[in-house]
C-alpha cells in the first residue's frame, strides 16, 4: 500500500522520506510539530489506529497544524466516539452500526467546498483493498463548522440515517485545518480514470491551496507507515513540510 501515497507525492512533486510505525510506533509530538501538514493514512488498519496517537495529534493541532487523515473503518465501533474525533476531526459519531461500512463505488465532491468544489464524481478502485466484501468505507456527519467534502454514492444508506448520497469526507478550516476521509486514500480513483493523477491531486489539501490540476471524472488486512516532505513552488511562497502517516499489518 505505501507505493499509492508516495507515488502521489512524487507525481505531486513533493520531496519526501518515509517513517515506518510498525518499524518505530513511538512518533514524538515534537517531531510532529517540525512538521506544518501531516498526512495520516490507516488502510484498513482496525480497531481504533489513531487512539495511542490523540493526545499528540491534539497538541498538534493546538498548535495550528494541517491534518489530512485518511481510512476505512477508522471510526468502527467506539473509536469514532473520543473526544478528539468530535472535538477535532470534526466528526458525530453515535458508535452504532448506522453509519459504519457503508459500501461506496464512487464519491462525488460537494458544491462550494473550499478544497473539492469543482471535482466532480471519482470512482474507487475497491480492488484494491480486497474487493467490495472486504470494503469498510463509512458516512460522517460533519459538526463544529466543518464541511462535507465529499458524499458517497448512497446505495448503502441506512433508513435511520436518511436517503440517498451521505457525507464520507469532510474539511475544517480554523486556527488548524483538517481534511479527513472516511474512505481509503488508495481507493481513489481506478486506473481507467486517472487513478494516480487523482490522488496527486489531494496532496496540497491540508494547505487549502489550489489543486495541481483539477480534473473532472466523471479476511481484513490492517498497516502504519509515515511521509516526509517538503515543498517550495509558486503556490507554496515558502517550504511547506509535510508529514504523511499510514496505520500496522
Not at 465532491?109 to 474507487?124: E, F, K, M, R
Amino acid at each position: 500500500m505505501n507505493a499509492f501515497y508516495t507515488s502521489a507525492l512524487t507525481t505531486a512533486g513533493v520531496s519526501f522520506d518515509l517513517w515506518d510505525l510498525n518499524a518505530n510506533p513511538n512518533l514524538p509530538v515534537k517531531y510532529m510539530e517540525a512538521f506544518k501538514n501531516i498526512f495520516w493514512f490507516t488502510g484498513t488498519s482496525f480497531p481504533a489506529p489513531i487512539q495511542p496517537y490523540e493526545g499528540s495529534l491534539t497538541t498538534y493541532l493546538n498548535n495550528g497544524g494541517h491534518l489530512f487523515m485518511s481510512g476505512q473503518d477508522l471510526l468502527d465501533q467506539a473509536a469514532g466516539t473520543t473526544p478528539f474525533v468530535h472535538n477535532y476531526l470534526h466528526v458525530t459519531w453515535d458508535g452504532s452500526e448506522n453509519q459504519n461500512d457503508r459500501l461506496s463505488n464512487s464519491v462525488t465532491s460537494v458544491a462550494g467546498n473550499p478544497v473539492t468544489n469543482g471535482i466532480g464524481t471519482v470512482p474507487l478502485d475497491l480492488a484494491v483493498l480486497g474487493g467490495p466484501g472486504l470494503a469498510f468505507m463509512d458516512q460522517i456527519t460533519p459538526n463544529g463548522g466543518a464541511l462535507a467534502a465529499f458524499m458517497d454514492d448512497g446505495s448503502s444508506t441506512k433508513p435511520a440515517v436518511g436517503t440517498g448520497p451521505q457525507p464520507d469526507a469532510l474539511t475544517f478550516s480554523g486556527t488548524y485545518k483538517v481534511v479527513f476521509l472516511a474512505f481509503a486514500f488508495e481507493e481513489y480513483g481506478t486506473a481507467a480514470s486517472g487513478g494516480p493523477a487523482h490522488r496527486a491531486d489531494l496532496v496540497p489539501w491540508p494547505d487549502f491551496r489550489p489543486r495541481l490540476q483539477p480534473r473532472l471524472r466523471s479476511t481484513v488486512t490492517k498497516s502504519r507507515r509515515a511521509s516526509l516532505s517538503s515543498r517550495t513552488t509558486s503556490w507554496w511562497p515558502r517550504a511547506w513540510r509535510r508529514l504523511s502517516i499510514t496505520s500496522p499489518t
